[in-house]
């Protein structure tokens, strides 16, 4: 069973950075294809972005590009989001999720992890 743990959460001000991590559990192929969706108060969950098992190639939703970073070490088998110049509007829940294919707004996806909140202030 896949189990993935998120860490790095917090308050930051607009314009600030956090990094999120997401660890897979021992056991988890390092393969999988990993990523990031975030759910607002209030609002449905959204894709922002994943990287593929092997290849490292990186999607992102629009409004996150440019502004953050998604990177995987397969050493450690963990999936990090590198976030600069924060918004009001990046506040939410972000929880990793993991897949042996891929990572997408349009799959299914089995693994998630618990949620760790971003909050950004003015």
């Known amino acids: 069973q896949v189990q993935l743990a998120e860490s790095g959460g917090g308050s930051v001000q607009a314009g600030g950075s956090l990094r999120l991590s997401c660890a897979a559990s021992t056991g988890t192929p390092n393969n999988y294809a990993m990523g990031w969706f975030r759910q607002a108060p209030g609002k449905e969950r959204e894709f922002v972005a994943s990287?593929?098992?092997?290849?490292?190639?990186?999607k992102y939703q629009d409004s996150v590009k440019g502004r953050f970073t998604i990177s995987k070490d397969n050493s450690l088998n963990t999936c990090y989001l590198q976030m600069d110049s924060l918004k009001i509007e990046d506040t939410a829940v972000y929880y990793c999720?993991?897949?042996?294919?891929?990572?997408?707004?349009?799959?299914?996806?089995?693994?998630w992890g618990q949620g760790a909140l971003v909050t950004v202030s003015s």
């Open positions: 990287v593929s098992g092997t290849l490292g190639i990186t």
């Open positions: 999720a993991a897949d042996p294919y891929y990572v997408g707004p349009d799959r299914y996806l089995e693994f």
